[in-house]
């Protein structure tokens, strides 16, 4: 599988991020790429099916790191696509949509930053079809608290290195400037595209 890197270029617009945790963002997620393609090179190798074992074997091991290294991958590719616009007040498509399960914007912007807060890694709006619902869930690795079918609306990445060069240990105020950048026009797009 091919990884493709983002489009997304720095702007000063973008008052999430200053260029320098940009950079060292960015790296990081050059990192999980790379990994992934590495991944993907060793199952391609013929790896030791034979030996495949749930406590410990090379296989196991390939195949942990496969979801960890592919979710940064992805998790970063949506963080990424979600932040940095002027454009940030949801239309009515999207004020009806957060609506119609929090019963308002302002209710289902509460209780995204407070899951924002009480994070350690990432913070997806995501829809669940099972339940035909909007969750704001809490993951604390990138392969570790993902709702399965979920789709992901909006993505924030609360990983210490998301903020800690601009913002050190405050993170109340990373997630207020993320919360005044978010591409609302990117979050409409992955709504309709449902």
């Not at 060292?24 to 393609?37: F, P, Q």
């Not at 696509?81 to 999207?94: K, Q, R, T, Y």
């Not at 601009?166 to 997630?175: C, G, L, P, S, V």
Request: proline share 2%.
């Amino acid at each position: 599988m091919e990884i493709v890197k983002l489009n997304f270029e720095y702007s000063d617009d973008v008052t999430v991020i200053n260029r320098e945790q940009f950079e060292a963002h960015m790296r990081l997620y050059e990192g999980y790429v790379n990994k992934i393609n590495e991944i993907d090179g060793l199952l391609a190798d013929d790896p030791d099916l034979e030996g495949a074992n749930s406590t410990y074997s090379e296989f196991r091991g390939i195949k942990r790191g496969e979801t960890y290294a592919l979710n940064g991958v992805i998790l970063h590719e949506f963080y990424f696509e979600n932040i940095g616009s002027n454009n940030n007040e949801p239309d009515e498509v999207v004020m009806n949509f957060l609506s119609r399960f929090f019963g308002s914007y302002e209710l289902w912007q509460e209780h995204f930053v407070a899951t924002a807060k009480a994070s350690r890694g990432w913070v997806i709006l995501c829809y669940d079809p099972r339940s035909d619902s909007l969750r704001n869930l809490s993951l604390d690795l990138h392969d570790y608290g993902n709702a399965a079918m979920s789709i992901p609306l909006l993505v924030l990445d609360m990983y210490e290195h998301a903020y800690f060069l601009q913002y050190a240990d405050n993170k109340a105020e990373y997630i207020d400037n993320f919360m005044k950048n978010i591409d609302w026009s990117v979050v409409k797009d992955r709504i309709e595209s449902m």
